[in-house]
Structure formats: structure tokens, C-alpha cells
């Protein structure tokens, strides 16, 4: 049998009581007009006993506040997204406030279907990666909307916006810099090909490296929807097996050095005796594999709290007051066993 769905007009009517009434205690705004706490007790035990639970739409609707913030990144199911998406979660859910996640496969135009449906049910604020193809008027005209929007991971350097995203210059420096004070001469960068801000730091980091020193650059970089094929892994190898002085290669992601570390094990390469590895981004596969994964450790605790407390600061500052928050954290070198090898003469 359907459970009985219950109305405020309904629960006024059986208490013979002004729908208005209803709604102010329903609301918490009972005191101050003035009802009396008799009249709210009898509102309260009533609602209690028929079991009412209010539409959380027809509420939005009315106040035009869900206390809902909407995470959006290209893949939730990638554990760095998906770690920062549980911290956000709990941190969020002490503030009152209930996440929604949403997966755009840095789609663009599903990206802005997705905004604009969340706009009718009136949530509170976005929380986004900003997917290839998305337009900088966009993300402009979102950023000074009601409900604010705050950038994660990447950014739109010419979009004045808020946003919360690792210093990968920064990152990857530390890491070519290890390799360097190593004596690593000859090193290769394994890419994304991307125009993301991210991808864009990381690949410049390396660029400055080999022209302050006099190296001959050796990028791969692998088409961005295709890092997970059969064709990634040939021109893996490829790049490798053509490149035998290489003596140290920094991934720019995790994925492409968990597969890059099997694909070198295949080819017999002994890490870090032949070949110096560090990877961007940290991974529980690398504190477990033989070797050990030296990597760049994004600070996750620190960015869920910087996330909720910008997109907190933004949802309680009047529109017209609002200034863009951009915070930059920075990253920290996680040395293993892939990089511990002698200074070389």
C-alpha cells in the first residue's frame, strides 16, 4: 500500500490552522511572528506523528536556498576526484550543507546541460573542473551569478573566477629538480596532450628545465582521450626503446606511470638502476609496488577544507560584495625507492 503523502494545506486543515501558520513553524520562523509556543508545540507533535517530510524542490523553490553544493569533475570514479569528493562531503555535511556528484567526462556541452538543470532545482553553489571546450564567457557569466562557482583542479587564466588548484609548476619542479641533483641527464616527460592549466604547468616546468640546461626536450604526449588504449602503451614503448640513453622519465599523471612503471618492467628496465621514475599525483599503488613510487603528492585534506570554506565565504557574502578567492596550495615531493639512487660522477 502507497504511503500517504502529506501537505502543509493538509496539516493545516486538520489542525484548523492557517497554511501560513504551518509554514512559519515548518520554517523555524514561528517566534518571530509571533506564535505562540502552545500553537508550535501542536504544530511540531502533529507533524511528528504523521511522519511529514517536506519537498526539499518545493522548499529550494520557495527560499531559494537547497543547502546543496553540486561537484562537478570530469571522472568521480578517479580516486584523487573521488577522495576529495568524501572529504568535501563530510566537511559540507557539518556545515548543514549535502553534495551532489556528477561526472561531466569533460564533456563541455553535458557539462553546461547539467548547470543549467541544476539552476531549476536552485543549489546553492557549483563546485567544478572545467572540461575542454568549456567558454570563458561561460564560466565568466557563472561566476557572477547568485549561487557562486568555484574552479578545482584547473583553471581559466584569462576568467577572473574563484578557484582552489595545485601549484604543478611548483610540483613538477621539485621533482625534476630531485632528478637533477641525482645526475640524471637525460630525462623524458610522459603527457597528457591537453590544454588544461594543470597539464600546461607541469609540461612548462620541464621546458624551463631543459632550456636552463642545455637539454634536448623528449615529450610524449599521449591524445588525451586514449591514455587507457593499446596504442598508449605502443608509443610507450616506442618512445622508450627509441630513446636508450633516457636515464630518468617524470609522469605528469598517475595513470600514465602506473602504466608506464609495467610496461618498463616489461622491457626489462631495472628501476632506479637504469631508469629514475616520478609520477604527479600519488597513488596507493605506488607505496606498494616494487619499486616504490617516488610522486608529487597533491595536499587532498587541504583542498577539500579550502574548497568548503571558499565556496562557504562566497554563498554568505551579498553577490556585490563578492571578490574572487583564488587560492594556490602546493604540492609536496614524495621520494621512494624509484629515485634513490648514488649522485653520479
Known sequence: MQKKRHSIKAIAKELNISVTTVSFVLNGKAEENRISQKLIDKVQAYVKEIGYQPSQLAKSLRTGKSNIIVFMVEDISNPFFATIAKMIEDKAYEEGYKIIYVSTNDDAEKTKGLIRMFKDLQVDGYILTPPLGLESEFVEEMSGDRNPLVLFDRYL???????????????????????????????????????????HDRLE???????????????????????????TEQAMKAFIEDSP?????FFATNYLAMRGMQLIKQLGIKVPANMAVIAFDDNEFFKFSTPSVTSIVQPKEEIANQLIQTMLSLINTPVEKREPLKIVLHAELKERESTQIKVKG
Not at 169 to 185: H, V
Request: glycine letters at 6%; aromatic letters at 8%.
Open 157 to 199: 587564466p584569462e576568467v577572473n573566477c574563484s578557484h582552489v588548484v595545485i601549484d604543478n609548476f611548483q610540483g613538477s619542479k621539485q621533482g625534476l629538480d630531485l632528478f637533477q641533483a641525482q645526475g640524471n641527464k637525460n630525462i623524458g616527460f610522459i603527457t597528457i596532450d591537453s590544454d588544461q592549466s594543470q597539464m
Open 245 to 249: 640513453e633516457m636515464d630518468a622519465v
Open 205 to 231: 616546468a620541464y621546458h624551463q628545465m631543459c632550456q636552463q640546461n642545455d637539454m634536448e626536450p623528449k615529450v610524449l604526449a599521449i591524445p588525451y582521450k586514449s591514455y587507457s588504449s593499446q596504442e
